[in-house]
């Protein structure tokens, strides 16, 4: 298993990547960083995050906020800039997105346009993997009017592609914002099952932000562990053994901050376990 330790960038963290029994890292950037520490990380750069909002007044605009197609709009040098490291790294970038066959086909996206501004981000970085993440139930809210299913980003992503002509946007699927689905009335009848949706998210460069969806799936510590849920955690882990067991299990566990993380920690430790058949 590709098990993948998540912190931010900073001088004491690349001590931790480079120490820590693991196959890599993803960067979560917060927008002050200095890109220069990049170069000290050992470990395999798998993905860094697309900064957060932090001057917003709900969860929907912080994650709205790395939306591809907003992004691409408002803030397309900044992305660039965060791609010149992960072209230097072969590596890809998480962002977020809300699209679905509705909204692609409306008056209000500018399609060919986004389609251009991605053509452009391959023929500039051409080993730069756009890492598109499932959002949940942050999907949706009055102000934004948008439905997105966990099921829909793959689909998306498959035309998107073939009308770059080239497999940029690989889908990340969050196991918890699949499981905040759950929560909606509206939804939860459309569900493939999570094997299934892990199946459905399978591509070239298959990542998965590994983590349990419990308690308030909506507050900002609604990743956790499978401390509660053991045998979730085995059944998921033989799962994708099956389906691809070369993905990235990026161990993304909401915490009270990015540079200490016992719980991110623990869950690494039992998925050694699992590996040398210890986990009970």
Known sequence: MNKIIKLTLCP????IINNTDCEGVEIQLIGDEDFSLFDGIKKKLVTIHYPLATDVVSEVEEEMFTDLFQILKNRKNHLKSICAVAEKHHCGIVVHSYLNWLRINSENYDYENFIADLKEIHNEYPHVKLCVENTGTLSYSERFDIFTRAEDIPRMLRRINADIGYELCH???????????FSSEVWNHFHYSLAETIELYK?????IHFN?????????????NFDTNPKLLDELLRAIKVINENAYLILEICEDDYDNRPEMFKLLEDIQKWEKGEFK
């Open 12 to 15: 004491q963290n690349i001590d």
């Open 171 to 181: 889908p990340l699927l969050d196991i918890t914002h699949y499981y905040m689905e």
């Open 203 to 207: 591509s070239s460069y298959q990542c």
């Open 212 to 224: 349990y969806g419990l308690g308030d799936c909506n507050g900002k510590r609604h990743s956790k």
